[in-house]
């Protein structure tokens, strides 16, 4: 299958579509909603967290000088601090010689330092027999020890996770700044595709399937757009993209993307605007194209859904990133062993589905491609547990060697 007389190497090809990138807006939303969005603001603490010192434990409030010298054989003698209501320790004040009981999460009282736990204190009739002395601090959450006033705890750029949810909600902020999703219109093209939401399969006809996987890749970053299935045609297509461009910041196209007889694509965008490439050395995937319309980034992807599937981890994805304002990777990597030699030729670059697996002797990570070549082979990516990325320069990967999966 050769298809392009040039095929632009993929650093070049991610170079020209980042330079085509425009960020997408901000907008607030509330913290409880803004898990798996990006952050568009640095998030300065503008309270301690915790607000005041508290009990970590359940216990006495003590001076630790007050209890030097205790031992199982000879304990100390505290008197409890009275009157106590039990209810705002914060607001009394400890004397020499004085405990409250306190309950884990509790405001410490004031002129107390430590916190003496249940077990090492025996309590009778407004006294504490202490049998083991604390440290000033002791089982003491301090005030701001978790968060600062004036910290910056989150970086713009960071997707936000369940922790940092918590986070914002402990220092009390109720709104936060975040990307807005941008809107990316997919369009699968091919006289032989029917929607399998819509119809049954019948005759020759093959399951778009490729509109549904970019619309899940895509969901928790971007707000993808099914815009239906385009037959080879070129004013078909023509008309589908010039609708789809009006109304999307980008347009991912699958299909349709060779030079063959029924490939329209490359043409449409080329008449409507600029093809910046069209055939990219990446395996697999080469017939992968991008161009401009309106401004618009317009991505054209092959149709077999594997190859389409590493076009898009390869140049979509840092796209959609990039237009997102992330600053981290999305997907998240380990360091693997390399348990048996990943072939690759050099003067292309390869996505290869990998297995991953857990050595409980050695406690190493291991990975082991996945031998099935063809790309229209979707169940070789649902049962890898993730990719590797060989550079064009490497011929192959030898056994032994640490490298990066890309888990999904
Ligand atoms: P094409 O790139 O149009 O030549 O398509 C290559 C192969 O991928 C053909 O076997 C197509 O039937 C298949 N294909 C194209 N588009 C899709 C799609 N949306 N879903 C599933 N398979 C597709
Ligand atoms: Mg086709």
């Not at 083991?132 to 601090?137: A, E, L, R």
Request: aromatic residues 6%; hydrophobic residues 40%; proline residues 5%.
């Amino acid at each position: 299958m050769k298809l392009f007389r040039t095929l632009i190497p993929l650093r070049e090809a991610r170079s020209i579509v980042l330079r085509h990138v425009r960020r997408v807006g901000v907008e607030e939303v509330s913290f409880d909603l803004a898990a798996g969005r990006i952050l568009a603001e640095d998030i300065v603490a503008e309270m301690d967290s915790p607000p005041f010192n508290r009990a970590a434990m359940d216990g006495y409030a003590v001076k630790a000088e007050d209890t030097l010298g205790a031992a199982p054989d000879k304990p100390l003698v505290l008197h409890r601090h009275e009157p106590y209501s039990g209810s705002e320790p914060e607001s009394e004040e400890l004397s020499e010689g004085e405990y409250i009981p306190i309950q884990t999460g509790m405001p410490m009282p004031r002129g107390s330092n430590a916190v003496l736990m249940l077990e090492y204190g025996k309590e009778r009739d407004s006294k504490l027999e202490v049998f083991k002395p604390v440290t000033p601090g002791k089982n003491v959450a301090f005030k701001g020890e978790d968060v600062r006033r004036g910290d910056i705890v989150l970086n713009e750029g960071r997707l936000l996770r369940a922790a940092d949810i918590g986070l914002l909600a402990s220092i009390g902020r109720r709104y936060v700044k975040v990307r807005k999703k941008g809107a990316i219109g997919i369009l699968s093209t091919g006289d032989e595709l029917y929607d399998p939401k819509v119809d049954g399969s019948s005759g020759g006809a093959i399951a778009d399937v490729n509109s549904y996987i970019l619309a899940a890749l895509m969901s928790t970053i971007a707000k993808p757009s099914r815009m239906g299935i385009v037959s080879d045609n070129y004013d078909a297509l023509k008309a589908a993209i010039v609708s789809c461009i009006a109304n999307c910041d980008a347009i991912l196209v699958s299909g349709g993307s060779s030079v063959g007889k029924r490939d329209f694509i490359g043409d449409v965008v080329a008449d409507l605007g600029e093809m910046l490439f069209h055939g990219v050395a990446i395996r697999p995937g080469e017939p992968t194209g991008f161009g401009i319309i309106d401004e618009k980034p317009i991505f054209c992807l092959p149709g077999y859904p594997v190859s389409m599937i590493a076009a898009f981890e390869m140049l979509v994805r840092p796209f959609l990133e990039a237009m997102h304002g992330l600053k981290e990777a999305m997907m998240r990597q380990v360091f693997a062993v390399v348990a048996k030699k990943i072939p690759s030729a050099v003067g292309r670059t390869d996505f290869v589905r990998v297995r991953l697996s857990h050595d409980e002797h050695d406690g190493e990570y291991y990975v082991e491609p996945i031998r099935v070549s063809g790309s229209g082979i979707l169940s070789s990516v649902t049962s890898s547990d993730g990719f590797v990325i060989i550079e064009e320069n490497r011929e192959g990967i030898e056994e032994g060697e640490r490298i990066v999966v890309n888990l999904w």
